[in-house]
Structures are given as structure tokens and as C-alpha cells.
């Protein structure tokens, strides 16, 4: 399998601050990456130095094997959907995918069946003598998608483009966009601060913070086994409890938390005895009163308020030293007697805590 | 109700007045003036023998012809000048430089026409600054007049307009977004292609409206070319001066002057009609 893009060893700064600090992946071909951060972590700078639009301070680019440092923008490779779009408003649809084949001397007659083919293919036949602000949306999005697919890029990166739109249509182009990446073929990269987005469409996922890449995996190992405590609080929910561990015994250890209660569970690395540590742990982990409670951690909550949002619902729940704790509440009606002030007990498996050594 | 219509009066009375005693009134009385004149025996009577004038003596028409054709090259040059400083002003200067730079331009209107065109003459003429200091220099042996022709003429009318072509060319600019000028260049398009497809149609407005302000002044200017172009160099508005002052034929001078008006309005509506814009679009 060959890299479509391979960065190496990339690092970009502005004055003191450093933006991008020695980044280093592979993107093979054919494949759909996400950069996940939050804003201002540095993936914006990243993307725009692939687009070429920023020069690394130092550090190498290849698109399909050919070195891109020296090339200007308007010749690489790879096109960009801008986080605005930036549709062209002076021009109707037909003309904004056009742009980029007349740049290239494209003639006439092939131009025009190239710009209707791609139009069809995004979902808009027909759409070429409407203008930019006739469109909704949705729409808009996929003229400039199409704009940069008629040029049939090695790599099409894409900016945070669904940010704009509202909560229903982001939903609907998520799985739009998986299709239509899978349906063409061509290597995207995605950058979002939206870890539901980057999850649900990409074959893999980058999780980048103060400009460093913390982890890089299918959406799977980033959220069942995060590298980072970064990754564990950013990629879902977690719950956090500090704690010391007071006990080894093989690869479990026992974690005494700062309110008392002690818990089994597998450290992500080897600490020794008496070091501290933070223990993550998914709401779904949680299973509201167990039956069968042999070698689960098991505790008594309270419950707070009703966090209901269909299938996503949750409870709200304290212990009695007043750590918060948002336990998943599976809608099958077996958990609808629960009502706010309810003392209930929730316990997890040992393997599915995920335990770090406190920083500092 | 009652209260409010007066308060409306109040406010729009002063502005009525204004435009119906300075404007409207001397206008009307120009205009019937131009279609005065004396018959043979020395009586008033009404003739169109004022705008004929115009069209059968050469002197008059070619002094028009001259006039308009120097105001479009005016503006023209004004325009690929005001170009690229309007984009450094709104696009690349930082914010705290775009004010400073407005200043700058805006501060030699704060003196009147007159001096600032004395100040151009001090510099230009033969025993000038501009020629003590080539003459110093060794550059040339004689001193060179440079003032009194036709270019030096167009460069102060350039001089003199470009504010009014910046400032509009900046708001414009200033609302287009950046990241349309970086899709271009994604899109293959080199820096030409930019300007071509993106920057001047996104413009369109600001050049339209600059371009009537400055083709108008330039037009209209008396001081510019009378100082500047010198005595061969012939501006209308110094054909409707001497017609008012000197020959004191006001007849000919008012319909000199509502020629000058209708000429140039004819002007500016074929511009807008061959760029396909609508007067309208442009003052919004």
C-alpha cells in the first residue's frame, strides 16, 4: 500500500509559540484520516502547510513520493475545502467547479462534461445555472467538495467544513461524506474539534494537542485504549477519579481513590506501589445495580438528575463524598423506576477502567 | 400623528429649502437663460443659437472632446494606481498601519486645491526644487520646465482624485473574504488569475462608483488644469469661465454649462451600460 501524504518531522513558529511542534504520519492511499483537536491545538496551521499555504519551519512533505516544499499552492496536488467553503459568489455553481479546470487549460466541451458529471455524483444534477446564494446548506457544502474533486486531487484536505452547518444536517453529511469518500476513492483529510465527526467517518484518527500528535489508531483503539489522558478525557466521556495504588498482584493492581473506595483494574503502564494515579471511566462501563457483582467494583451512588436524550441518555449521580459520575441509562425500560434522589449501586469490570500515572 | 409630520417638516424643510433655493432655482434660471439670446436688432428674444453654438464652431466641441478624453485617462490611471494601494491598505497592512495610511492620504485635504497645486508648481517648475536638485546633481546642464503641458496637467488631476478612488475601492476590498482569494490559488490560479476572476469582479461596485466620482471631478476641475496645463492646454470649464467672466456672454456660458452637464452624464451612462451595471446597484 502506498502514502498518498507523508509528513515528517514537521514543525511550525510563529515568534515564540510553537504551532505544529514535530509532527510525524502516513496517510496510505484511498484512505479517510481525521486530525482531532481542540481549537488552537494546531491542526488548522497543519492543514494549510499541506495545502500549502504556510511553510514548515522545518520538516518534510510528500504528496504520492514528490517532495511539495518548493511547490506553491496553486500546483500541488491537493485541494482544500475551506471551513467557509469559500465559494466563488461572482460565479453560479457550473462555473465555481469549473475554476479550477480552466486553470488548467481544460477545454470547452470537456470541462462542461466533466463539471456536470461531478455534480451528479455529489448529488446536485442540474444545479449548474443556479447562483451560490440560491443554495442551502447542504448544498453549498457539496459544491465545494465537488469543486476540488473535478480536479481529482491526490489528497483532499478538508477544513472543519460541517462546522457551520446545524445539528440535523451535520448528522445527515457525516454519513454523506463517508459515502462519497468511499464511492470516489480519494485520500481525505479531515480536521475537526468534533470527536463524534472524526470517529464516525474516519479509518483512522489523529489526537492532536499543543501541537503534538498524542495518538494516532482506528477510531476503536482510540476510545477503548487511549495512550494519553489527553485522549482518554477528549475521544467520549470519561469519569475521573485520582487515586494511589496500594496493591500489585500480577497485572491488576489496587487503586485506593482519594474519597476511600478501592478498586481493582489493569494500569495501561507498570507503576509501582504507593504511585498516584488517575482511573478513567466510560459512563456505558457503569452498570447500573448488577446481578452478578463477582469481581466487579462495586459502589453505591446517588442519583442527581436524569440526563434523558433518547438513546444517549445518562444519569447524573453522586457518591456520598460528592464525586460527580455520569452512568449510561440503556433505554429498555428495565431502569424506568429510577427517579432523582434514588440510592442505586453501579459496578464495572476491572478491564474496562483505564488507569494513567498522575502527571507531575 | 399631527406631531410627528411636523417634526418631519421641521428636519426636511431646511434640506428643502436648501435644494430648491441653491440648487433647483439658479439652475432653472441658467437654463432659460441658455435659451436666450439678442436677434439682429439688438432684442431679447428665445433661440437655440447658444447650443448650436457649440456644435458648429470646432473650437468649442474639440475643447469638449479633449476635456472628456483627458478626464477618462485620468480616471483610468487613477484606478490602476488606487488598485494596488487600496489592496495593500485593506488586505496586507495590519490594522494598527491601515489607519495611519488612511491618514496619510486623507491629510493633504486638509489644505485647500489651490496650495497643494502651488506646492506641485514650487516642485516642477524651471527653477524648482525638483531641477536645483538635478542641476546639482549633474543630471542636466539647463534646467527642464516641467510644468505646462499636458502631462504634468494629468498627473496633478491624478494626484488630486485619488482619495476619492481609494476610499471606495477599500471598502470593497475589505469585504472580500480572504479565504476566496486562497480557494483561487488552490484551485491552480496564479497571482493574474486572482486579480481577473476574483478581486476585480468582487470590486466591480467600488470601481464604479470611484470611477464617476473621479471622471466627474476631473471633469469638472478648473484650478488643476489652468495652473498646470498652462495657456495651450484647454479645459471646458475654463471655455465656460471665460464665457461668464470674460467675454460676459451668460447666455453661452449657461448652455456651455448644461452641455458640460448632459455630455458627461451621457458619458457615465454608456459606462455603465457597456460594463452592464445599473446606477442603482453601484450607490447601494
Known amino acids: 500500500m502506498t502514502n498518498d501524504l507523508s509528513v515528517r518531522n514537521m514543525v511550525k513558529r510563529f515568534g515564540d509559540f510553537t504551532a505544529v511542534d514535530n509532527v510525524t504520519f502516513d496517510v496510505p492511499k484511498g484512505s479517510f484520516f481525521s486530525i482531532l483537536g481542540p481549537s488552537g491545538c494546531g491542526k488548522t496551521t497543519l492543514l494549510r502547510m499541506i495545502a500549502g499555504f504556510e511553510g514548515p519551519t522545518s520538516g518534510e512533505i510528500d504528496i504520492r513520493g514528490k517532495n511539495m516544499l518548493d511547490v506553491p499552492p496553486n500546483l500541488r496536488p491537493v485541494n482544500l475545502v475551506f471551513q467557509h467553503l469559500a465559494l466563488f459568489p461572482m460565479m453560479n455553481v457550473a462555473e465555481n467547479v469549473a475554476f479550477g479546470l480552466k486553470r488548467r487549460g481544460v477545454g470547452g466541451v470537456e470541462v462542461k462534461q466533466k463539471t456536470e458529471a461531478i455534480l451528479e455524483r455529489v448529488g446536485l444534477p442540474g444545479f449548474g445555472e443556479k447562483q451560490i446564494n440560491q443554495l442551502s446548506g447542504g448544498q453549498k457544502q457539496r459544491v465545494a467538495i465537488a469543486r476540488c474533486l473535478v480536479l481529482e486531487p491526490s489528497v483532499l484536505l478538508l477544513d472543519e467544513p460541517l462546522g457551520a452547518l446545524d445539528l440535523k444536517l451535520r448528522e445527515q453529511m457525516k454519513v454523506e461524506l463517508k459515502k462519497l469518500q468511499a464511492k470516489v476513492g480519494t485520500t481525505f483529510i479531515y480536521i475537526t474539534h468534533d470527536q463524534s465527526e472524526a470517529l464516525v467517518m474516519s479509518d483512522r484518527v489523529a489526537v492532536m494537542n499543543n501541537g503534538q500528535f498524542e495518538q494516532v489508531g482506528t477510531p476503536q483503539e482510540l476510545y477503548g485504549k487511549p495512550k494519553t489522558p489527553f485522549v482518554a478525557q477528549f475521544v467520549g466521556d470519561n469519569n475521573k477519579w485520582s487515586g494511589v495504588i496500594t496493591q500489585t498482584k500480577g497485572d491488576e493492581v489496587s487503586i485506593t481513590t482519594d474519597e476511600g473506595y478501592v478498586f481493582h483494574t489493569k494500569p495501561h503502564a507498570p507503576c509501582p506501589e504507593g504511585c498516584r494515579v488517575n482511573l478513567f471511566l466510560r459512563p456505558e462501563a457503569m452498570r447500573i445495580e448488577p446481578r452478578n457483582t463477582e469481581g466487579l467494583n462495586v459502589f453505591k451512588v446517588t442519583v442527581k438528575s436524569i440526563l434523558f436524550d433518547g438513546a444517549n441518555s445518562r444519569l447524573l449521580t453522586v457518591t456520598k463524598e460528592d464525586h460527580e459520575l455520569i452512568v449510561t441509562l440503556p433505554q429498555n425500560r428495565k431502569f424506568d423506576y429510577i427517579q432523582p434522589g434514588d440510592k442505586i449501586s453501579v459496578g464495572w469490570h476491572p478491564d474496562s477502567g483505564i488507569c494513567f500515572e498522575a502527571e507531575g | ?284
Request: hydrophobic share 55%.
Open chain 2, 1 to 284: 400623528m399631527q406631531r410627528s409630520r411636523l417634526a418631519f417638516w421641521i428636519f426636511f424643510g431646511p434640506v428643502l429649502m436648501w435644494l430648491l433655493l441653491l440648487i433647483v432655482l439658479p439652475h432653472l434660471d441658467l437654463l432659460t437663460m441658455s435659451f436666450r439670446g439678442e436677434n439682429d436688432y439688438g432684442d431679447a428674444v428665445w433661440t437655440m443659437q447658444n447650443y448650436t453654438n457649440f456644435f458648429m464652431e470646432p473650437i468649442y466641441w474639440l475643447t469638449f472632446v479633449r476635456t472628456a478624453l483627458y478626464a477618462i485617462i485620468t480616471t483610468f490611471i487613477t484606478f490602476l494606481l488606487a488598485m494596488p494601494v487600496s489592496f495593500y491598505i485593506a488586505k496586507l497592512a495590519r490594522t494598527k498601519v491601515q489607519g495611519a495610511l488612511m491618514i496619510l492620504l486623507l491629510l493633504p485635504f486638509w489644505v485647500s486645491e489651490l496650495v497643494r497645486i502651488y506646492g506641485w508648481m514650487i516642485l516642477l517648475r524651471e527653477s524648482g526644487v525638483l531641477n536645483f536638485f538635478m542641476l546639482k546633481l549633474g543630471i542636466i546642464d539647463t534646467p527642464i520646465e516641467m510644468l505646462y503641458n499636458d502631462a504634468t496637467m494629468i498627473m496633478g488631476l491624478v494626484y488630486t482624485s485619488m482619495l476619492f478612488m481609494v476610499v471606495p475601492l477599500v471598502s470593497v476590498m475589505e469585504s472580500l473574504d480572504d479565504s476566496l482569494i486562497e480557494a483561487a490559488h488552490d484551485l491552480g490560479a496564479g497571482r493574474l488569475t486572482i486579480w481577473r476572476t476574483i478581486i476585480l469582479p468582487h470590486c466591480k461596485p467600488g470601481i464604479t462608483s470611484g470611477s464617476i466620482v473621479v471622471f466627474m471631478l476631473a471633469l469638472g476641475n478648473y484650478l488643476t488644469p489652468n495652473l498646470m496645463g498652462g495657456k495651450n492646454s484647454l479645459w471646458f470649464t475654463e471655455q465656460i469661465y471665460n464665457q461668464f467672466i470674460a467675454s460676459f456672454n451668460w447666455n453661452q456660458g449657461s448652455a456651455f454649462g448644461f452641455l458640460l452637464l448632459v455630455l458627461s452624464s451621457l458619458i457615465i451612462w454608456v459606462g455603465l451600460k457597456v460594463t452592464g451595471q445599473k446606477l442603482g446597484e453601484v450607490a447601494s
